[in-house]
């Protein structure tokens, strides 16, 4: 059988493909030609491809059975291309403001292919789909000709029909800080620099320097690891530094609210404390310092930002206190005790008692001064004086009753039955079943258990085993402490701020005294001491002076009682806010009351703070703020 019959050409439908067949009878040498012709009498007119040719005649020589296998194809017609816009670099990594990013590419028309006879074969002329995307100028995106160039430093982003720059940095809510993810290198490859981020700084208009430190580190960082660094501190604004406000410079030491002193074995000796602070006539007490203008701040912007001048201290010269010529210097008068109160430094001459307050002295009722104890004060006991009150041992179930502070070096130790009343601040090392009305502050320095507390200003629970455990505590302004409650649901109750019911109290006390007045003034008539004590026969003279004594100290607490009331009936008016503060736990038990709403907390909050929105009269749970400075 010869080579020519042998060999058979078969033709796709379509025209674009053929395949050959060789005879099994053939057992000769297969050629190049004897294909070629077989090729021109099936009437395929297309140049020959001669890889095609050759790969068979390869296989042919191993002895493969090369029939059905693909000896010519047609050339295959090119479909036409769209508009598109492609990315010339990688998109995982940003972009700087400047950089061509991306480039437009225009359609490319269809080109008609040829079939194996010769005969043109066009491509699918169907519309071109989609269109280029769009450059938007708010999305950091501009267009020059065929490149699309970045506005912003950022991320290139790209879908159907736009570009756009994600940022990488962010301001935080008050403007005041820029932070963001640091990369090792940018779109295209090339590393990024300090002065490259302080360019795209520049072009988002912040014109502060960056934060080199923290910048160089992660910088380091993403180099080293090839991993982004996140929440990089980039920039930052500086603050506005208010001025301090005019202020008392103190030359005289105030050591009240040592806990302690500790002996040679380390352990803490209660029974040694501070004491109020004692002046000599003539010394020089304290000298004012004016208030200082602050600095102001800067946006990151390079805004001005206005700060807050200090303010002028209202300080004036009490009792017993000489001001200078050039109303700066306060000088002692008098020996005695110094007290701050109410805007006035004054120093208050001083009852000492050398011991306890017992059977032995009998109540203590001051209509001038102030009284220091050395000793205790025992149950059943009075202290009633206009200054202040220092007790350097302990109180029992006594009555103390001042109209500045008390201190209390120990402590105190009640019933229920005594009661602590200041016009001031009340200071003491622990208190137990106590009740305690301050018109100013109320700081332990331990445990407050199972008390009832009223302060105008905070509570301030403040040492290192500071607890409130049950009680009921209210404060005008604050109330702090390590811990509240007990892990067993002791029931403690807090008040946040005054209300009206306080108000209600403190007139009934008010209806209180001056029904007493009356029925005093009744019995002594009208006059003055020695007016009144001429009218009594002289046997009845102690009897009138102790009556006298009453009525004075009746008539100067009602004098402050009163001033106390106008000043937290405006306090309530200006809705004076009042916060909790816990260092430590809140445990469950413990209730919270403000404005006719109560909260109950029904699981430890740890480190928290608590306060009562007037407008949505919720309370209000945060994390624990404390001052941290900027850099």
Known sequence: MDVASAISISVSPDAMTATVAVSGQFKGELTRDPLLAALRAAGITLPPDNKLIDGLLSEYRWGNNISGKIIACGIAPEPPQPPRVTLTGDPNFPVFPGDAFARFEPAVPGQAG???????????????????????????????????????????????????????????????????????????????????IRQALLAMGITMPPCLLSLERALAKAQASNQEQEGVLVACSFNPRPGQDGHLDMHVRDKRFKAGLTDSHGRIDYRQRGRLPTVVKGALIATYVEPTPGHPGRSLGNRHIPNLPGKNQLVRAGANVRLSDDRRSFYAQVDGILIFQEGALSVSEVYYVDGNVDMHTGHLEMERGSIQVKGSVISGFRLNCPGSIVVENTVEDAKLTAGGDIEIAGGLVMGGKGLVRAGGNVICLFANKARIDAAGDVSVVNELTNCQVLADGNVMVTGGNSKIIGGVIQAGESISALEIGTPLGSRTIIHLGLDEGFLYKKNQEVLAIRSNLRVLEEKLGPGGSLDILGRFPPEEEDAIAKLIHSRNMLTLFLQRLEERIVRCRKKIERGAPCTLKVLGVIHPGTVLHCRGKNMTIRSPLEFSQISFDPKSRQFKVAPLQLSVPRR
């Open 114 to 196: 040829r079939n194996l006879f010769g005969a043109a074969v066009e491509p699918d002329v169907a519309a071109v789909r989609g269109s280029a995307p769009a450059a938007f100028p708010e999305q950091g995106v501009t267009r020059v000709g065929d490149y699309f160039f970045a506005l912003r430093h950022g991320l290139a982003r790209m879908d159907e029909t736009r570009l756009k720059i994600e940022e990488v940095f962010h301001l935080s809510s008050d403007q005041m800080e820029l932070k963001g993810t640091i990369f090792s290198r940018d779109f295209s490859g090339r590393p990024i620099t300090v002065n490259r």
